[in-house]
């Protein structure tokens, strides 16, 4: 969970986007692929991808484990968007956060 160096290029609405995309995740990280301006900036883009990955783990996740354990780990689910909440309040300061796993993941499909 090592957040790297600040980014000089991001503007106070890239960093607002990518905070919402870790926050509301998957829904903003699916409108900001729809929005032409957004989905090419380079800080935004580099967030985006790694919170649309999460948030359909998480979803994935949750659909799968809660009705198996009747809801009792349905908990992992909440743990993980404080989590989330974390690496948007990262997002904000200017940092590029890394996401053990999926930001190596992203990364090498080229989506980051």
């Known amino acids: ?8 290029d991001a503007t106070s609405d890239d960093k607002l986007w990518a905070l919402l995309a870790y ?3 998957p829904l903003v990280p699916i409108i900001i ?10 800080f935004i883009r580099a967030h985006n991808a790694q919170a649309l990955v999460l948030g ?10 809660g009705p198996f354990t009747l809801g009792i780990l349905s908990c992992v689910g909440v ?11 990262q997002a904000y300061n200017g940092k590029y956060v890394e996401v053990p796993v999926i930001t190596n993941w992203v ?3 080229g989506w980051a």
């Open 56 to 65: 359909i783990i998480i979803v994935i996740l949750g659909a799968v484990i």
């Open 33 to 42: 692929l729809l929005m032409e301006d957004k989905k090419n900036r380079p």
């Open 1 to 8: 969970m090592s957040q790297a160096p600040m980014s000089a």
């Open 79 to 89: 743990l993980l968007w404080f989590v989330c909440i974390y690496w948007g309040i």
């Open 23 to 25: 926050i509301i995740t």
């Open 107 to 109: 990364k090498n499909q």
